[in-house]
């Protein structure tokens, strides 16, 4: 069985940047459905595979794509805006042009893909889009979009959306700055990283989140939950002290009891719909949420026994970061230990517990499950 914890590690220099919708958010629905973000300069013609033209090159870039903009919010209104880069001599000393091209350079040129992109909605209860940026920057024309003008985009992966209002005061003001682009402060993050991704790991903070999509939630399902999520925090405390012989669900729990300062933390979204979050300094909450993952697994046809059978050998991979990731080979030791201390009755019991409640609360993760194929005789 291979599990790919699907997890977003951010790196201590790792940025984060705001991108604002345009002028009063008019392309905000556009973002969202396109799954295009771009900087609002119509007829910027700009060649990605050599480095950006110079300042005063690109400044008159973007007086003429300005000019071209404003003829066309005033309904093509006169004369078309000369394109010779030329007649804007004289116009690169305008101190807002610098701005722009600072922004023109970060968003084409200096965001790799992969890199976290958040686009704020207009209102207080609108959403905030949280995504990834995907592949190289491209040229694109749309008929709807100034009529066809060729403009530079970023393509983007949504990966969550909530509410403006939802976020830290810190954070909305933030999304309020006139900036094409901002760089998030380096210490509200982890503020984008929960709300727009299920897994992540930054700093000192692991962070995984189980989620549940029925519309009822009942003490029964927060029950069969919690059993099968302190079981596995048991077992792994007990190889933190030291254990090397298999461990049963009273004894994973008197542990638990013993040792309460090295239980992972759990945050509720008590909402149905919603979601639990396990929270930790080291990786816990991810061997917790692979093997879960594990166990709600279906055997497909011709696979080999789901793992709820017993507990099986697994790989672990994560296609959301480097090769040989050190997260991922720490997850990867530890889920092995945490089958082999785990007792297979136990395990079972665990299992029928996830499962069931996974039919009742649709509960599940974002990691994915692949199994082996059952060897032909």
Request: include cysteine; aromatic fraction near 8%.
């Amino acid at each position: 069985m291979t599990i790919d914890l699907a997890t977003r590690v951010v790196g201590p220099s790792e940025d984060i940047h705001i991108i604002q919708p345009g002028q009063e958010y008019w392309l905000y629905d556009r973002f969202k459905a396109s799954k295009k973000v771009f900087l609002d300069f119509p007829g910027l013609e700009l060649d990605f595979s050599k480095p950006p033209p110079a300042d005063h090159i690109l400044k008159r870039m973007v007086a003429r794509s300005i000019a071209l903009q404003e003829w066309y919010v005033n309904d093509q209104t006169g004369p078309r805006p000369s394109d010779k880069l030329d007649d804007y001599v004289g116009r690169e000393g305008r101190r807002r042009l610098g701005r722009y091209v600072g922004a023109i350079k970060r968003v084409y040129w200096d965001l790799k893909p992969g890199a976290i992109v958040v686009v704020p909605g207009p209102h207080y209860s609108d959403d905030v889009l949280i995504g990834e940026l995907v592949g190289a920057p491209i040229m694109y024309k749309n008929r709807s979009l100034y009529d066809e003008e060729i403009i530079p985009v970023r393509r983007v992966e949504w990966r969550r959306r909530k509410p403006r209002s939802a976020f830290k005061l810190e954070v909305r003001d933030k999304f309020g700055k006139p900036n094409p682009v901002t760089q998030l402060d380096r210490s509200l993050r982890v503020e984008i990283l929960r709300a727009g991704f299920d897994q992540f790991v930054i700093d000192d903070e692991i962070s995984v989140r189980l989620n549940t999509t029925k519309d009822d939630f009942n003490t029964l399902d927060d029950y069969n939950i919690q059993t099968f999520v302190n079981y596995v925090a048991g077992v792994l405390l007990a190889a933190d002290l030291g254990y090397d012989k298999e461990i049963g669900f009273n004894d994973a729990i008197g542990l638990l009891r013993q040792h309460p300062d090295m239980i992972p933390e759990l945050k509720l979204n008590i909402n149905s719909i919603g979601f639990q979050r396990i929270v930790s300094h080291n990786v816990k909450p991810l061997v917790i949420a692979a093997l879960l993952s594990a166990a709600l697994a279906v055997a497909a046809p011709g696979s080999a026994s789901p793992a709820y059978a017993a507990p099986v050998s697994t790989h672990v991979v994560n296609t959301a970061a480097p090769k040989n990731d050190d997260c991922t080979v720490q997850v990867s030791a530890r889920v092995a230990v945490a089958m082999k201390l785990m007792k297979l009755d136990e395990w079972k019991r665990v299992c029928e517990n996830a499962r069931e409640a996974s039919a009742s609360t649709g509960l599940s993760t974002t990691m994915k499950v692949r199994q082996r194929k059952k060897a032909k005789p």
